[in-house]
């Protein structure tokens, strides 16, 4: 039988894709971790670094075509300001709902704790210097790196 | 629903330990669950609660974005002052509700 008294000590997050609805949940479960007496890590690896790099982070938007949650068919979702459109509209409900625009959040998670890495490798891949990114960064790291933070009992990672 | 004693005084509490009624609550009331919960009252503390209490009698969601914004306490602040789950433990000490909010 599993010993389910074994509590979660830390989530680690890996956080690859850059699409707004992925961000918010990376960051809502990230927030909430903390908020749980959780520690919480992010690795921002491939698409996921648009969301900290600071030119681009208020810029992410929703996915409109190849997303069949957003019920728009994909001949539609392709049409020309469809997505910002979107992604308006997802901003507002977020905003209605007290949740941070990215930016905020990102200094919201990093004030209460939560350990914010960038991928050594997926940096290199974009061209990108730790200057391109917010200053609230913990440091870049290899994946043997963000693995060996996991280390121990409690650890849970996942993969957004 | 439970009764239990805290600082002297028999207050209702959840079954989670969250006090239901704040009328019943004064200071030495929070100080004792402060006390379970491995927090050592200072003023910064206080002024925390009284924000907290405040909020809720306007019937205001609480959420650590706005704790940030309150003037009372920085994001980082209140993390070290409440460890382990800051928004549960310091609602917790002052007698409101457990918040709901994820954010």
């Known amino acids: 039988m599993e010993n389910n008294t074994k509590k979660i000590r830390k989530m680690m997050l890996i956080l690859s894709k850059a699409t707004l609805d992925n961000v918010y949940a990376c960051f809502i479960l990230a927030n909430g971790a903390r908020m749980e007496g959780i520690e919480s890590e992010i690795f921002f690896t491939f ?8 030119d681009k982070l208020d810029h992410l938007h929703v996915a409109t075509v ?4 957003m019920h ?11 997505e910002a459109v979107a992604t308006k509209m997802m901003k507002n409900k977020i905003e209605k709902l007290d949740i941070p625009p990215i930016g905020e959040f990102l200094e919201i998670l990093s004030a209460s704790g939560t350990k914010l890495w960038a991928c050594k490798l997926a940096m290199d891949m ?3 210097e730790e200057k391109d990114l917010i200053e609230d960064l913990d440091g870049v790291l290899t994946v043997g790196d963000f693995y060996e933070r996991g280390q121990g009992d409690g650890t849970h990672v996942i993969f957004i | 629903m439970t009764e239990r004693i805290y600082g002297g005084i028999c207050v209702m509490c959840n079954d989670q330990g969250y006090m239901t009624q704040l009328d019943q609550w004064n200071k030495e ?9 491995g927090i050592e009252m200072g003023d910064k503390h206080w002024q ?11 019937e205001v969601p609480l959420t650590i974005r706005k704790i940030g914004k309150s003037g009372v306490v920085t994001i980082k602040e209140f993390y070290t002052l409440f460890p382990n789950g800051p928004l549960k433990k310091a609602s917790r000490i002052a007698g409101i509700p457990k918040p709901v909010s994820c954010i």
């Not at chain 2, 009284?50 to 809720?56: G, K, P, R, S, W």
């Open chain 1, 47 to 54: 698409f996921g670094l648009e969301s900290i790099q600071k």
């Open chain 1, 66 to 69: 190849g997303n069949p949650g």
């Open chain 1, 72 to 82: 728009i068919p994909t001949m539609l979702g392709g049409l020309p300001g469809m």
């Open chain 1, 126 to 128: 974009f061209d990108l």
């Open chain 2, 29 to 37: 009331v929070g100080s004792a669950i402060a006390q379970e919960e």
């Open chain 2, 48 to 58: 925390v609660i009284d924000y907290l209490q405040e909020q809720c009698r306007n």
